[in-house]
């Protein structure tokens, strides 16, 4: 059963907490836009955004969907720049106005491990979560708390070569080396899981 939606579960350390910008938001609001209107994110619950998060390597770090974000209606300044990630103290640190989604981590993580990623889409498809054995997506071997060390180190050890995991009973991790690509490669995936209905 899916874990019910508390927020961050790290430390976030602002760097500087003015409004962050850049030309890349813009192709990351497309995507989440496209990917919301897809039904990739089923919204979480009256006034709590929608469940998924997007976000694309940058400088040193990342650029990431806010927490709490509707990604259906998200806008550029919704976005963080994820610094730092300090995984022994569970800390993550920012620049931005909001507190980054509560699965910085595992971007981070896999932008850490995986050169060839530059933009990472995490979504709660139903359908995909219902047919990953079907579709020969790997999958974590246990279902694992959301945004923690253990997420972090299942969601590595499943990815290995692949672009896309499942982490079970909750959602999915697709890689790509842009944010098209990506975008695409989870959209083939949905339309592959629909087809198994």
């Not at 640190?93 to 060839?116: F, L, N, Q």
């Not at 498809?125 to 999958?139: F, K, M, N, Y």
């Not at 692949?162 to 690509?181: P, R």
């Amino acid at each position: 059963m899916p874990e019910s939606y508390r927020g961050t579960k790290f430390e976030t350390v602002f760097m500087n907490r003015a409004s962050f910008k850049v030309d890349k938001a813009k192709d990351l609001v497309k995507w989440a836009h496209e990917l919301a209107a897809k039904g990739f994110c089923p919204p979480q619950g009256e006034g709590a955004g929608t469940s998924g998060n997007l976000s694309a390597r940058y400088k040193n770090g990342c650029l990431i969907t806010r927490t709490g974000a509707d990604l259906g209606k998200i806008v550029e300044d919704e976005f963080v720049n994820v610094e730092d990630v300090n995984m022994v103290d569970v800390r993550v640190a920012v620049t931005g106005k909001y507190e980054p989604s509560s699965e910085s981590m595992v971007h981070m993580a896999i932008y850490r491990s995986r050169r060839d990623a530059n933009a990472v889409f995490h979504g709660h498809s139903p359908d995909i979560l219902a047919h990953a054995r079907a579709l020969g997506v790997p999958e974590t071997k246990s279902e694992v708390e959301y945004g923690t060390r253990k997420e972090v180190e299942e969601v590595l050890s499943a990815l290995k070569q692949t672009h896309f995991v499942v982490v079970k009973g909750h959602g999915f991790y697709c890689l790509g080396k842009t944010l098209d690509e990506c975008g695409k490669r989870a959209v083939e995936m949905l339309e592959k899981a629909r087809a198994l209905k």
